[in-house]
T-cell receptor
Framework: GQNIDQPTEMTATEGAIVQINCTYQ??????LFWYQQHAGEAPTFLSY??LDGLEEKGRFSSFLSRSKGYSYLLLKELQMKDSASYLC??????????WGAGTKLIIKP | TAGITQAPTSQILAAGRSMTLRCTQD?????MYWYRQDLGLGLRLIHY???????GKGEVPDGYSVSRANTDDFPLTLASAVPSQTSVYFC????????????FGQGTRLTVV
């Protein structure tokens, strides 16, 4: 079967750094996406990794290790507006997205 | 630019009734998708279309049907609604399927009573 695991919920402090992990077991791998979803809104694209390593985009970075079936999203200098759910999605061998259940991130002042 | 739009935003539907959720995109994307999102389960694919004129079944297709007569529109029909179809429905599109980022509509909150 195909499986994406993320923590259900995390709490962090404004101004701090948080790392959200995602492990996957899928039939094939053709890339991994991270999306952000604020409550009551649609998911929006954050990052895409297809090769091993770190992709940095402003305060957000995403890391991939294909051999370990592992990715993380790193958020620096946390702001209150970063309170949202973060969704990990893997592109399988059929180029379909397999979605994790999402990690709800709560930012405290 | 509108991007991708869904209608209606929300709906209360009596069990046994039929309904069509509308989805239109103006980005000329080839691929379109319908997902449902339920608490704790994440996004689950209902149906997809890789290009106009073709459709495919996703993870949870039962009770739903779709059509893709042209590039822009991808309606989702519930033939006879049941309470378990209460959910938030998202339509999405992408330029080249799973290789490129997906853009989502604002969602339709459907309650079947």
């Amino acid at each position: 079967g195909q499986n994406i695991d993320q923590p259900t919920e995390m709490t962090a402090t404004e101004g701090a750094i948080v790392q959200i992990n995602c492990t996957y077991q899928t039939s094939g791998f053709n890339g991994l996406f991270w999306y952000q979803q604020h409550a009551g809104e649609a998911p929006t694209f954050l990052s895409y990794n297809v090769l091993d390593g770190l992709e940095e985009k402003g305060r957000f970075s995403s890391f991939l290790s294909r051999s370990k079936g592992y990715s993380y999203l790193l958020l620096k200098e946390l702001q209150m507006k970063d309170s949202a759910s973060y969704l990990c999605a893997v592109v399988d061998s059929n180029y379909q997205l397999i979605w994790g259940a999402g990690t709800k991130l709560i930012i405290k002042p | 630019t509108a991007g991708i739009t869904q209608a209606p935003t929300s709906q209360i539907l009596a069990a046994g009734r039929s309904m069509t959720l509308r989805c239109t995109q103006d980005m000329r994307h080839n691929a379109m998708y319908w997902y449902r999102q339920d608490l704790g389960l994440g996004l689950r694919l209902i149906h997809y279309s890789n290009t106009a004129g073709t459709t495919g079944k996703g993870e949870v297709p039962d009770g739903y049907s779709v059509s893709r007569a042209n590039t822009d529109d991808f309606p989702l029909t519930l033939a006879s609604a049941v309470p378990s179809q209460t959910s938030v429905y998202f339509c999405a599109s992408s330029d080249r399927g799973g290789e490129t980022e997906a853009f989502f509509g604002q969602g339709t909150r459907l309650t079947v009573v």
